[in-house]
């Protein structure tokens, strides 16, 4: 069975840092790309960052970029993602999710990333920076 597992989050004040881990089990983790992605209130869910599962290359939003770093340890089945420069409007709730390598299932959240999709999903963790 495949589990995710965010952890990291939350409370920080504007500018400040926080390093998210995500902890992946079930499945061969070296094989699959993993995506940080995060939903506001009120808002859809959106790609932040993502790294592939070869040559680890990365792809970050544009509101994001400078600030986020992904990176992934493959010995522990774990990537990180760490933000600095925290703005309030980084506030959210940050899921981790693995790649999508078989058909669409009706019902699942099924998001894209750097051209990768993803659909298996963490619980999230919450990010709250305060101003």
């Known amino acids: 069975e495949v589990q995710i597992v965010e952890s990291g989050g939350g409370l920080v004040q504007d500018g400040g840092s926080l390093r998210l881990s995500c902890a992946a089990s079930?499945?061969?983790?070296?094989?699959?790309?993993i995506g940080w992605f995060r939903q506001a209130p009120g808002k859809g869910r959106e790609g932040v960052a993502c790294?592939?599962?070869?040559?680890?290359?990365?792809y970050y939003a544009d509101s994001v970029k400078g600030r986020f770093t992904i990176s992934r340890d493959n010995a522990k089945n774990t990537v990180y993602l760490q933000m600095n420069s925290l703005k309030p409007e980084d506030t959210a709730v940050y899921y981790c999710?693995?790649?999508?390598?078989?058909?669409?299932?009706?019902?699942?959240?099924?998001?894209?990333?750097?051209?990768?999709?993803?659909?298996?999903w963490g619980q999230g963790t919450q990010v709250t920076v305060s101003s």
């Open positions: 790294i592939s599962s070869n040559d680890g290359s990365t």
């Open positions: 079930g499945f061969t983790f070296d094989d699959y790309a």
């Open positions: 999710a693995t790649e999508r390598t078989t058909a669409r299932v009706m019902g699942v959240i099924n998001l894209a990333c750097g051209g990768i999709e993803y659909d298996n």
